[in-house]
């Protein structure tokens, strides 16, 4: 091999390794959501976590940053948006907020909610989204949702007159 094949090849690997370093840089957030009773209890779910209508619930999330600069763990700003709908109606959450993240620090939040009445049979879902000062997203949890009828109590007085 000549000398410009191996500067061609120190070059090409030089690159390949900047490339790496960058993908692992940056701003990076982990994020887990789970939906709770009103009592706290996690609602165990393989797929949609079903939920009963005019019901409160905890939406709960879990984040970390793992942000770098250089290799070296990093503050940064993130702002948290939640969303959530209910069949065709939308359940309301506090707008976004930011969360001052110290380099490797973890935060858990539990927000309350309520299903909308009227959206029984329906489907609808919570999702978190995490992103940096310009916008860009930088992590993202969402859970479905099948959406049941509250329970109704029929009661009626019957009097009876025997002959």
Same mark, same amino acid.
Request: no cysteine.
């Given at each position: 091999?000549?000398?410009?094949?191996?500067?061609?090849?120190?070059?090409?690997?030089?690159?390949?390794?900047?490339?790496?370093?960058?993908?692992?840089?940056?701003?990076?957030?982990?994020?887990?959501?789970?939906?709770?009773?009103?009592?706290?209890?996690?609602?165990?779910? *393989?797929?949609?976590?079903?939920? #009963?209508?005019?019901?409160?619930?905890?939406?709960? /999330?879990?984040?970390? *940053?793992?942000?770098?600069?250089?290799?070296?763990?990093?503050?940064?700003?993130?702002?948290?948006? #939640?969303?959530?709908?209910?069949?065709? #109606?939308?359940?309301? /959450?506090?707008?976004?907020?930011?969360? *001052?993240?110290?380099?490797?620090?973890?935060?858990?939040?539990?927000?309350? /909610?309520?299903?909308?009445?009227?959206?029984?049979?329906?489907?609808?879902?919570?999702?978190?989204?995490?992103?940096?000062?310009? *916008?860009?997203?930088?992590?993202?949890?969402?859970?479905?949702?099948?959406?049941?009828? #509250?329970?109704?109590?029929?009661?009626?007085?019957?009097?009876?007159?025997?002959?």
């Amino acid at each position: 091999m000549n000398k410009r094949g191996i500067a061609l090849g120190l070059t090409g690997l030089g690159l390949l390794l900047m490339s790496q370093r960058k993908k692992k840089e940056g701003k990076e957030v982990e994020v887990k959501l789970d939906i709770l009773t009103a009592e706290g209890i996690p609602i165990p779910h *393989n797929s949609a976590v079903i939920v #009963m209508e005019g019901a409160t619930y905890i939406a709960r /999330f879990a984040m970390t *940053n793992r942000s770098t600069r250089g290799g070296v763990p990093v503050a940064t700003d993130i702002t948290v948006w #939640m969303s959530g709908v209910a069949g065709p #109606m939308s359940i309301l /959450f506090p707008t976004g907020w930011v969360w *001052n993240a110290a380099a490797g620090q973890s935060l858990t939040r539990d927000i309350t /909610f309520s299903i909308p009445i009227g959206t029984a049979g329906q489907t609808g879902g919570v999702a978190i989204s995490l992103r940096t000062a310009d *916008n860009d997203e930088l992590a993202r949890a969402a859970v479905d949702m099948l959406i049941q009828s #509250m329970a109704i109590i029929y009661a009626a007085d019957l009097q009876l007159d025997v002959m």
